[in-house]
């Protein structure tokens, strides 16, 4: 056995990558240029990393300064290759970087991908495409590589099929970089070919800021007595940093593949702003709003941030410090003119320039939001049903921007009906009644079951219109916001009923009457609900239920309460307040009844429905099924 077999060494690929690379294959197919632009992205990646890490240990440009991305190919051998002269791999990271995928929550992604979803590109591409992709076109690849600064004899060969495994070896490898060459499939020889690779490296990939070289294509053959000319490198694309152009000579199909590169998404942004600042600060900033929420949106160990650049070398990615957790789905790049090339994350947490460039680039995301929702309002409610709900953690983080947080909030009205989420906080209060002050809302689990609460009776008896919301945030936001433009948020079913000044005298007149009329039912009431009310009183909430229930104004909302329950928190709460509708039949049956436990029961009923009805777990759901079948039992003696 010769000494490169021993060393030759066969690892099993991770099964999430497997399985990534099963359904990158298969669903990518009608996509399949895009490996391309992919594997020029992590070479421009690699390129960036080695001029950051140069700026601190020059060796590591082994006096080759010059990066670049060379793309070869050989129709005979029917191969593709991609070259770098970046960073490199070492042994370790080969293995790793190619081998699995450290993403946490891939295994659930996959998993939770049905039949269907696994043909459809936008889900896998949602991942993050990369590497595999080449296992689109090739049917083997092979990457030879080697870490800048380490000896010649330290490269190493990864080779793979694409299928359960991979081998390793190691390799001489003079110059530092990555060569990734492809193997062509027979189907897909079209891709050994310069003017098929030209034209897609112009597509997906004119905007890396590197030269992308090619060998010059030769024409005809040369005149009697001339020496055949010898082709060189030339390059192929624009090879200038996009962002440092004027935004008017730069194309949207520029803009979006720019994207592509720096998210590593495989859809279209909704939408972008690109700027230059200049004077104080001087830095540019072209951010972007994604079309899809990624996959790991709710784990907040996820990395987020944007790319860094200063003067226009890429410094880190991932810097977190430009923008606030719930703006975390925006994606691009800040260049700074400013920062010192050293500047670290701990130097970046610390320095008041990022501040102000922080306020700054948050003014910009939500100007574009707003941009958005004004020109395009479909468009907007996408973004609206992506990210809506991380939009909403904003009040509570930013509290200088929380107006202009909450222009951008939607919600579901009873003004449409529909459980859509259109309807802005502006739009409410243009449709205010005269006399109202206050916005109301209630708080659900569905929209449904907010739409047909108890609560809402009145509301829609006077026509005034009540939000119905039912993402489980929202209860914890209306408590952080508490109010917009002058107006304060009111649960519908907290404290006393305020309609503010609409019909105001005349409500309160009759509830003085009522509750004199029927003061000692209402202390009966109280007396065989003592354990589960607070108080009992009558209500002019309702129209059509016998009786509903009200917090406090300082309690917890109903939602919360199961919310904290459900997260194993039970946090001491009050009982709730009983408000009857004496206008009811039912109601008035129990004013008139004698004998005391028919009262008790009708009362423990009435009580029980008002739970069911808002959406509250009985807590003895048998005695209540019991105490209602010996009344229908009595119906039909
Ligand atoms: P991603 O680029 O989204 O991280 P990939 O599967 O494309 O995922 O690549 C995985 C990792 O392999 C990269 O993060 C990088 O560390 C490494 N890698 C890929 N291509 C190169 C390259 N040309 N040079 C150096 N490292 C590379």
Redesign the pocket.
Same mark, same amino acid.
């Given at each position: 056995m010769s000494t490169e077999e021993v060393q030759k060494q066969t690892h099993g690929f991770q099964t999430e990558a497997k399985q990534m690379l099963q359904l990158m294959i298969h669903s990518l197919y009608s996509n399949k240029e895009i490996f391309l632009r992919?594997l020029i992205s992590? /070479?421009s &990646? /690699?390129a960036d990393k080695l001029r950051f890490q140069g700026l601190a240990d020059g060796a590591l440009f082994e006096n080759d300064p010059e990066l670049k991305i060379t793309i070869e190919f050989n129709k005979e051998a029917n191969t593709l290759s991609i070259s &770098?002269n #970046?960073? #490199?791999?070492n042994e370790a990271e080969v293995i790793s !970087?190619?081998g699995t995928i450290a993403k946490s929550g891939t295994s659930e992604f996959l998993s939770s991908l049905t039949g269907d979803q696994k043909s459809d590109s936008q889900l896998i591409g949602q991942f #993050?495409v #990369?590497?595999?992709s080449s296992f689109i076109v090739a049917d083997k690849v092979d990457v030879e =590589?080697r870490k800048a600064g380490q000896a010649a004899d330290q490269g190493v060969r990864w080779s793979s099929t694409g299928e359960a495994d991979f081998s390793i070896e190691p390799i001489e490898k003079t110059n530092r970089g =990555?060569t990734v060459i492809l193997h062509l499939k027979k189907e897909e020889s079209e891709f050994a070919d310069g003017n098929r690779i030209r034209h897609v490296v112009k597509k997906y990939s004119d905007h890396i800021a590197l030269p992308i070289e090619m060998l010059e294509e030769v024409f005809g053959e040369p005149e009697e007595g001339e020496e055949p000319k010898e082709p060189g490198f030339e390059t192929v694309n624009t090879a200038t940093a996009l962002w440092a152009r004027s935004k008017t000579e730069i194309e949207d199909t520029e803009y979006c593949e720019f994207y592509k590169h720096v998210s !590593?998404d495989f859809e279209d942004p909704l939408t972008w702003s690109h700027n230059k600042v200049e004077g104080k600060l001087d830095y540019t900033s072209l951010l972007y709003v994604p079309s899809r929420a990624p996959f790991d949106m709710w784990n907040r160990e996820a990395p987020r941030g944007l790319k860094l650049y200063v003067q226009k070398v890429f410094i880190m990615d991932e810097a977190e410090q430009f923008l606030p957790l719930y703006l975390r789905f925006v994606k691009g790049i800040v260049d700074s003119n400013d920062l010192s090339l050293n500047v670290s994350r701990e130097i970046l947490q610390q320095d008041p320039a990022i501040e102000s460039m922080r306020n700054a680039l948050v003014k910009r995301v939500l100007d574009m939001l707003s941009r958005v929702a004004k020109k395009d309002p479909e468009l907007y409610l996408k973004f609206w049903n992506e990210f809506g709900q991380v939009l909403k953690e904003g009040p509570a983080e930013d509290f200088t921007n929380r107006e202009k947080i909450a222009k951008l909030f939607r919600f579901a009205s009873t003004e449409t009906g529909n459980e859509t989420q259109d309807q802005s906080l502006d739009a409410y209060i243009e449709r205010m009644q005269p006399g109202q002050d206050k916005i109301y809302y209630t708080c659900a689990d569905t929209f449904k079951a907010g739409l047909n609460n108890p609560h809402m009776e009145i509301f829609r008896k006077k026509g005034i219109e009540v939000f119905i919301l039912y993402d489980r945030i929202d209860d914890w936001l209306v408590s952080q916001l508490s109010d917009y433009d002058g107006k304060s948020f009111q649960d519908i079913a907290r404290g006393e009923l305020d309609l503010g000044d609409i019909d105001k005298e005349e409500d309160e007149k009759d509830s003085k009457e009522r509750n004199e009329t029927f003061k000692s039912l209402l202390e009966q009431v109280q007396e065989t609900l003592k354990d589960q009310v607070s108080e009992v009183r009558t209500t002019n909430r309702l129209t059509d239920s016998p009786a509903c229930l009200v917090v406090g104004d300082d309690d917890m909302g109903l939602q919360m309460q199961k919310i904290m329950e459900a997260a194993g928190q039970a946090m001491p709460t009050n009982n709730p307040i009983m408000e009857l509708n004496t206008e009811h039949p039912l109601i008035q049956k129990l004013n008139d009844e004698s004998d005391s436990d028919r009262f008790n029961d009708l009362a423990s009923i009435v009580f029980n429905q008002a739970q069911l009805a808002q959406g509250i777990q009985l807590e003895d759901p048998s005695s209540y099924v019991h105490r209602l079948n010996s009344l229908l039992m009595e119906m039909f003696k």
């Open positions: 992919e992590n /070479a &990646d /690699a &770098d #970046g960073i #490199g791999m !970087h190619l #993050g #990369g590497f595999y =590589t =990555t !590593h």
